[in-house]
């Protein structure tokens, strides 16, 4: 079965900085990937996803995610981190052919510092 | 409109009893799940229902018992409650064929048994 890994159980940078979540996949087919942000006391929210097609992908709130099949990896960044990026940030992987099953990592806590 | 609900928030109880949580969704998606959030935040699928009919099943105690009377629909009852089933329960649905599309999660129903 496909699976994630996350490197890093907690990220912590000042405001303005470059945030780098790492994420690393296992997937037998090609994969789709998705990155989901957990804000406290709530729901896992898309921030952006890969399926096929340009390797850089966009999302929500400038956050970016480029998917390298040669790494198996698919990193998530941001230029510029705001206090307001403060949040668990879950990496996870559904296999193309595969439809009904999406598996997570174990997560990052990103924190921000003033 | 809330899209996947999930009641009750919050549930405490004692060890030894039976209790249930229900989810309910108004997107029209086909496929129904079960995630299960411990106190690291790891995020672990415990069941997937497609349109009524369990796909996943993953090895969950027998204790966990899912039901789907309608594709609408996806409760968890959880009989002889035991302390380590302490954790957040997120329900989550999705359109058939999962592939490109995504999940919307619940709010999570966080379970703490005493």
Known sequence: AQSVTQLGSHVSVSEGALVLLRCNYSSSVPPYLFWYVQYPNQGLQLLLKYTTGATLVKGINGFEAEFKKSETSFHLTKPSAHMSDAAEYFCAVSEANNNNDMRFGAGTRLTVKP | ?114
Request: proline share 4%; net charge positive.
């Open chain 2, 1 to 114: 409109d809330t899209a996947v609900s999930q009641t009750p928030k919050y549930l405490v109880t004692q060890m030894g009893n039976d209790k249930s949580i229900k989810c309910e969704q108004n997107l029209g998606h086909d496929t129904m799940y079960w995630y299960k959030q411990d106190s690291k935040k790891f995020l672990k699928i415990m069941f997937s229902y497609n349109n009524k009919e369990l796909i996943i099943n993953e090895t969950v105690p027998n204790r966990f018992s899912p039901k789907s009377p309608d594709k609408a629909h996806l409760n968890l009852h959880i009989n002889s409650l035991e302390l380590g089933d302490s954790a957040v329960y997120f329900c989550a649905s999705g359109p058939r064929g999962l592939g490109a599309n995504v999940l919307t999660f619940g709010a999570g129903s966080r379970l703490t048994v005493l």
